[in-house]
């Protein structure tokens, strides 16, 4: 399974984006899918996950309401559209793909290159 991200850039706070998460291989509708970030300085952190058949959703507590997360099993693209963005959520966010909800990497065993999001002034 690969996993490529892209959408990221350069948005001023409260603005908004959204990223895009490319599955490919066989089985790729059959994981769940979680977004992460890595903010500078600071751990990666699961941001949001979706259920493979988008029943179930999960999301950091900082970003709820902000963020939603969505998939397109048909296409096998996974989505994270993010509003009201915030300087703290600048980071590089992964899309990863696993067989939990739980918002931990060390559950998700298919991984992202990243992509860069700054949300600065």
């Known amino acids: 399974l690969q996993l490529v991200e892209s959408g990221g850039d350069l948005v001023q706070p409260g603005g908004s984006l959204r990223l895009s998460c490319v599955a490919t291989?066989?089985?790729?509708?059959?994981?769940?899918i979680a977004w992460f970030r890595q903010s500078p300085g600071k751990e990666r952190e699961g941001v949001a996950c979706?259920?493979?058949?988008?029943?179930?959703?999960r999301y950091l507590e900082d970003v709820k309401g902000r963020f939603t997360i969505a998939r397109d099993n048909r296409k096998n693209i996974h989505y994270l559209h993010m509003n009201d963005l915030k300087p703290e959520d600048t980071g590089i966010y992964y899309c990863?793909?696993?067989?939990?909800?739980?918002?931990?990497?060390?559950?998700?065993?298919?991984w992202g290159q990243g992509t860069q999001v700054t949300v600065s002034s």
């Open positions: 990863a793909a696993g067989n939990t909800l739980i918002l931990e990497e060390r559950f998700y065993d298919y």
């Open positions: 291989g066989l089985g790729a509708y059959g994981f769940n």
């Open positions: 979706i259920s493979s058949d988008s029943g179930r959703t």
